[in-house]
């Protein structure tokens, strides 16, 4: 079945560094990738939906200055966390599809538990 | 915008059976899906149901729809204490700006007792 590969799974970083996650279908092609975010005990958030070659679309509220995507390739996108902060302290989870139609076609990575000190 | 509303847990004893229930408001939902989430992990797919069905049957899952109610619900059948473990509902807009994103509830937790 399809599988998305999310990296690193934990990662823990200084107060003004960036973070890259990387996110990676491995045997299909992810026309369209979206990135979650879930703070403790609650929902999923979708923070942002990026399309292969093409410019990520933001969600409200979500500051894309600060959450930089790219979608470079239909097999990897990236979430690179800007000047981290220790509120971005979150698990933060990518999920893909190939977008020939929506059925059962959302595979999600494991995601990656970031702590900002 | 949409909205899944889901109660916030559920304790059971093994070997029982267990009912997550989930409510939506996009009437125009056109795949409503159930994940679960173990800790620390990202989601695992369980099962999902077509707008225009009324059941869906998989080994132990059984999904209930009830469109008019805008009311959806999981049963697990003999549950085991590997159960344990957050479970969504979540909803696929049907089209404009929506299309494609998965609205997620905030997530049962479901509590297997031995």
């Known amino acids: 079945g399809a599988v998305v590969s999310q990296h690193p799974s934990r990662v823990i970083c200084k107060s003004g560094t960036s973070v890259k996650i990387e996110c990676r279908s491995l045997?299909?092609?992810?026309?369209?990738m979206f990135w979650y975010r879930q703070f403790p005990k609650q929902s999923l958030m979708l923070m942002a939906t990026?399309?292969?070659?093409?410019?990520?679309?933001?969600e409200q509220g979500v500051e894309k200055d600060k959450f930089l995507i790219n979608h470079a390739s239909l097999t990897l996108s990236t979430l690179t966390v800007t000047s981290a902060h220790p509120e971005d302290s979150s698990f933060y989870i990518c999920?893909?599809?190939?977008?020939?139609?929506?059925?059962?076609?959302?595979?999600f990575g494991s995601g990656t538990r970031l702590t900002v000190v | 915008g949409e909205d899944v509303e889901q109660s916030l847990f559920l304790s059971v004893r093994e070997g029982d059976s267990s009912v997550i229930n989930c409510t939506y408001t996009?009437?125009?939902?056109?795949?409503l899906y159930w994940y679960k989430q173990e800790p620390g992990a990202g989601l695992q797919l369980l099962t999902y149901i077509f707008s225009n069905m009324d059941m869906k049957q998989d080994q132990r899952l059984t999904v209930l729809l009830n469109k008019k109610d805008k009311h959806l619900s999981l049963r697990i059948a003999d549950t085991q204490t590997g159960d344990s473990a957050i479970y969504f509902c979540?909803?696929?807009?049907?089209?404009?700006?929506?299309?494609?994103?998965?609205?997620f509830g905030q997530g049962t937790i479901l509590t297997v007792h031995p």
């Open positions: 999920s893909a599809t190939t977008g020939q139609g929506f059925i059962g076609g959302y595979t």
């Open positions: 045997d299909f092609q992810a026309t369209t």
């Open positions: 990026s399309n292969e070659g093409s410019k990520a679309t933001y």
């Open positions: 996009d009437s125009s939902s056109t795949y």
């Open positions: 979540a909803e696929s807009g049907a089209g404009g700006t929506s299309y494609g994103k998965l609205t």
